[in-house]
């Protein structure tokens, strides 16, 4: 679809109005092709005049940018000589896709030149211009000039503001663009000279991400007036826009992630951080998309979107550093709104709100270079306040160095000279450091050092002494003191010694409290191990008295055991049960009379007494009734023969066989011969106790080690139990048996 009118009109030109570029934008006439349907031969014809519409005074802007714009202005030269001029279209260089155009040459003849963006460096007719024509003027003629623009994959749509000059003035014209360019580059690059040497010096990160974000505006500078597209790829022209279009992505991220550390915004507002790094991951990722987009507009547009947020962001914490009188903070925000200024200028510009002009046209470059300018003075300012807390902080550690409780000093192996603090000076008796130091060896009154063969040795073998405690003389009273020594050896670049340097610490009161601490130690073990020695002798006392009251008690309460299964007359029946009811008082006696001496020797509290009933009662298996044990054999090894002969009656009265043996070689003999099932074993027994004959079992004597063994004993302390599990025993009984839980017992077992 094309739209137009019908007239057509000349603009009068000679050189005079050349000389300070003739203004053509009010005698431009245009059609606005939506379907891009129209060729050069199309439009030079007759059908086509009345779609022709003039523009006015006001630069032309292209509805969108996906119309295809065709132009014509027609030229009559009124002078009496050809000249050559140069048609400029005031365009920044990333602006259209593609450029064309009919410009008459020196023969009188049409060229058609196909420039922009989107073709490679061959494609300009001035060199190093995209949008720079040169047109052949005949004098006393007229010539009409015809040409489109087309940016079908830009994201803003095009403008024509076009310019005549003569070629002296546009050569005046591109001096003065290049010395505009060389001092605004030549000011962006001092600073980053600067800043990279402050990087190099300081070794901060907040310089390297400063450089990081220098290098990125210097890209977008270049991208924005084209000094990308006509030196770095000149041959590849959509790679030029990708970088720019990526690098823009990268110099948010970096202005971002330098606001956000120049504030020191991860102290002071925690509950942002997690915003800061949602912003940083979204330039990453917007910057790997740039990187491999096909659809640089979107991306473009995208770029966009991500300036806004990082804008906002970066204004919200300036606002909060500004409140917290922070003194950076208003070199930043003076940044913050140059770049903003000289930003929108450029963007109002290309979108016809601001007039083409030089302010307009560099607004990129100069808001760039005074954010620079302003964040350097926000780093220096910064400097200046570390500065000052480094001066503070080292006049507070020179005066703690000073007073140090220890004494320190470095001596100098090749001059034989001392520098110390004032404690070492107090310590060694001088009355202050230049007094000891005057005196220029340290081990001229104290400390003879390489008179200590170990410790000189110690010193250059390992390169450190740590802890090295000696005797010294006081230089004022030659008392004696300790003192320990820490020391290093420093080496010079060719490795050769050349400084100690270490600290020297007063432990006179720390000797002494050693002294003391080790004669009270002596004394708490020597009573430890009386103490120890004592409460051994008590237990095996009351391990020997509850062996020798249980061992005949065993023999009463088991021949009890045996009559009650006998038919008695009801008197003899009636003095057993009473005879029973004795023993069983004389055995509660006896238990209570252990308890209690075994309470006072401190081996058992006034509970332990019920936990040990406990404990024996919580181990007791339980067992029905109707359980029957099969046929077994038995060892029964007990060294009392009264014992051995009721043990064996109670089992053999439970169905099983036994044989007997009285000590623990005995018993190994005879399992190593016979096989059994489970053995009762005494604890107390000459030539070798069930302890030990348990442990040879355990460990395959007797070829029964897995044969289960229950204690059968008259020992009931707790620590004759916890040596019947130990050694191994599988169960513990207490004399005098008691024949139900015997049977229990060897169901469990069985």
């Known amino acids: 679809m094309l739209v137009g009118s019908t007239y057509a009109f000349a603009v009068k030109a000679d050189p005079d109005s050349l000389s300070s570029g003739l203004d053509l934008s009010p005698f431009l006439e245009i059609i606005e092709d939506v379907e891009h349907s129209y060729s050069f031969e199309q439009i030079q014809s007759e059908q086509f005049a009345h779609l022709w519409r003039a523009v006015g005074s006001e630069v032309y802007r292209a509805p969108n940018t996906k119309t295809k714009i065709w132009f014509k202005f027609t030229i009559d030269w009124q002078d009496h000589s050809d000249t050559l001029a140069v048609l400029f279209v005031w365009l920044p260089p990333p602006m259209v896709d593609q450029f064309s155009i009919l410009v008459p040459s020196v023969d009188q003849s049409f060229r058609l030149i196909n420039t922009g963006t989107n073709l490679p460096h061959a494609s300009r007719d001035i060199d190093n211009q995209l949008y720079a024509f040169k047109l052949a003027l005949s004098r006393n003629k007229q010539h009409t000039i015809y040409g489109y623009i087309d940016n079908i994959n830009g994201a803003i749509p095009a403008a024509l503001p076009l310019y005549l000059y003569s070629e002296a003035s546009y050569k005046q014209l591109e001096e003065n663009t290049i010395i505009v360019s060389v001092i605004l580059y030549s000011v962006v690059g001092a600073i980053l000279l600067y800043n990279c040497c402050l990087f190099l010096t300081l070794r901060s990160p907040i310089y390297g991400m400063y450089l990081v974000f220098l290098v990125t505006v210097v890209i977008t500078c270049m991208f924005s007036d084209g000094t990308l597209l006509r030196w770095a790829f000149p041959e590849n022209p959509l790679l030029a826009k990708r970088v720019g279009i990526a690098n823009a992505a990268i110099s948010l991220t970096a202005y971002c992630t330098f606001v956000f550390t120049a504030i020191n915004g991860k102290k002071y507002w925690p509950q942002l951080k997690s915003i800061y790094h949602t912003v940083v991951g979204i330039g990453i990722f917007i910057f790997l998309h740039n990187t491999l987009a096909a659809n640089l507009p979107l991306a473009a547009n995208i770029t966009q979107g991500y300036a806004l947020i990082v804008l906002l962001f970066t204004l919200v914490l300036i606002i909060l550093a500004v409140r917290r009188r922070q003194p950076t903070t208003r070199y930043i925000l003076l940044a913050e709104v140059m770049t903003i200024s000289g930003s929108l200028s450029y963007v109002f510009m290309i979108h016809d709100v601001l007039p083409y002009n030089w302010i307009s046209y560099w607004g990129i470059h100069w808001g760039s270079i005074f954010e620079s300018i302003l964040l350097s003075?926000?780093?220096?300012?910064?400097?200046?306040?570390?500065?000052?807390?480094?001066?503070?902080?080292?006049?507070?550690?020179e005066h703690l160095y000073e007073n140090s409780l220890q004494g320190l000093f470095q001596f100098c192996l090749r001059s034989q000279t001392l520098k110390c603090n004032n404690s070492l000076a107090t310590l060694l008796g001088f009355e202050s450091k230049e007094v000891l130091m005057a005196n220029g060896r340290l081990d001229k009154y104290q400390l003879d050092f390489w008179n200590q063969p170990e410790l000189s040795a110690n010193l250059f073998q390992t390169g450190h002494i740590s802890n090295y405690e000696i005797q010294i003389y006081r230089y004022d009273n030659n008392d004696k003191i300790w003192v320990s020594i820490d020391m290093r050896l420093i080496d010079d670049k060719e490795g050769n010694p050349s400084f100690v340097e270490g600290s020297i610490t007063n432990i006179d009161e720390h000797k002494l409290k050693e002294q003391e601490e080790k004669l009270r130690e002596q004394a708490q073990q020597l009573a430890l191990e009386n103490l120890h020695k004592s409460s051994v002798s008590k237990k095996e006392f009351l391990s020997t008295i509850s062996h020798e009251l249980r061992t005949p008690m065993n023999g009463i309460v088991g021949y009890l055991e045996l009559l009650k299964e006998e038919t008695l007359?009801?008197?003899?029946?009636?003095?057993?049960?009473?005879?029973?009811?004795?023993?069983?008082?004389?055995?509660?006696?006896?238990?209570?009379?252990?308890?209690?001496?075994?309470?006072?020797?401190?081996?058992?509290?006034?509970?332990?007494?019920?936990?040990?009933?406990?404990?024996?009662?919580?181990?007791?298996?339980?067992?029905?009734?109707?359980?029957?044990?099969?046929?077994?054999?038995?060892?029964?090894?007990?060294?009392?023969?009264?014992?051995?002969?009721?043990?064996?009656?109670?089992?053999?009265?439970?169905?099983?066989?036994?044989?007997?043996?009285?000590?623990?070689?005995?018993?190994?003999?005879?399992?190593?011969?016979?096989?059994?099932?489970?053995?009762?074993?005494?604890?107390?027994?000459?030539?070798?106790?069930?302890?030990?004959?348990?442990?040879?079992?355990?460990?395959?004597?007797?070829?029964?080690?897995?044969?289960?063994?229950?204690?059968?004993?008259?020992?009931?302390?707790?620590?004759?139990?916890?040596?019947?599990?130990?050694?191994?025993?599988?169960?513990?009984?207490?004399?005098?048996?008691?024949?139900?839980?015997?049977?229990?017992?060897?169901?469990?077992?069985?």
């Open 569 to 750: 007359d009801f008197d003899v029946k009636m003095h057993h049960d009473n005879l029973g009811i004795y023993a069983g008082e004389m055995m509660s006696l006896v238990d209570r009379i252990l308890h209690l001496t075994e309470m006072q020797a401190g081996n058992l509290s006034s509970d332990d007494s019920t936990k040990e009933q406990e404990k024996v009662i919580s181990e007791k298996p339980i067992t029905t009734d109707d359980k029957d044990a099969r046929n077994a054999n038995i060892l029964i090894v007990e060294d009392n023969i009264t014992n051995q002969k009721i043990l064996a009656a109670l089992v053999n009265k439970f169905g099983h066989q036994s044989t007997n043996a009285i000590n623990g070689i005995e018993a190994l003999n005879v399992l190593a011969k016979s096989h059994y099932d489970l053995i009762l074993m005494d604890c107390q027994m000459p030539k070798m106790d069930g302890f030990e004959a348990t442990r040879n079992i355990r460990a395959g004597i007797g070829n029964h080690s897995d044969v289960p063994i229950i204690a059968v004993t008259a020992n009931v302390m707790d620590n004759d139990i916890n040596r019947c599990f130990e050694c191994g025993m599988n169960d513990y009984l207490a004399k005098p048996i008691n024949k139900s839980l015997l049977q229990n017992k060897l169901n469990q077992w069985l």
């Open 377 to 397: 003075l926000a780093l220096a300012a910064q400097t200046q306040l570390l500065r000052r807390q480094v001066i503070e902080n080292f006049h507070k550690y």
